[in-house]
C-alpha cells in the first residue's frame, strides 16, 4: 500500500492569522497573494516505510497523475503486481485522476507489462486525516523543522 498526499511550501512562514466579527471583514489585509508558493507530493510506502517527495509548481489532477504514474512505473520495473494507493478526498484523486493514470500508464507501457498489474484505489473519508500515514509524516516534518526555519 502506498499513501499519498500534498502538502504546499512558501516562501514566507503563515504568520497572518484575521480575526473578525461574524459576516464581517478582518481589518488587516493578508499578503498571502504576494508569496511564492511550490507543491510538494508525499509518498509513504506503508509496507517498507519508504518515502519520496516531488514538487511541481501547480497541484492539479494532471500533476497527481503524473506523479502516481512514475511512482506505479517504478514498482512495476521492481516486479510488483498490485499496488493500493490511499488517498485522501480532495478534488485532484478523483475520476479525472484516476483515468489520466490510466492512459498515461498505457501510453508508457507495453500491453504484457500491464497485463497483470493492478492498481486499486482507497480514499479515506472526509476530514479523517488520522488514516492516511502520509499526513503524520508531513504534521512532524512541518513541526519540527518548517516551522522553526528563519
Known sequence: MI????????????????????????RVQSDERHRQKVNGFLIVDVQRGDTRV????????????GVVVTLLLSYLQQGYHQITVLFDNARTHGKRM???VSRLLQELSSPSALK????????TPVYSPQLNPAEYVIHAIRQNALYHVP
Not at 498526499?5 to 464581517?24: G, V
Not at 516531488?54 to 497523475?65: L, N, T, Y
Not at 497483470?116 to 480514499?123: A, D, K, R
Open 116 to 123: 497483470n498489474f493492478m492498481v486499486s484505489y482507497w480514499h
Open 98 to 100: 484516476q483515468t489520466e
Open 54 to 65: 516531488e514538487f511541481h509548481e501547480k497541484s492539479h489532477s494532471e500533476q497527481v497523475a
Open 3 to 26: 499513501a499519498l498526499d500534498e502538502f504546499a511550501l512558501q516562501s514566507l512562514p503563515d504568520t497572518h492569522y484575521a480575526w473578525a466579527e461574524k459576516n464581517t471583514k478582518p
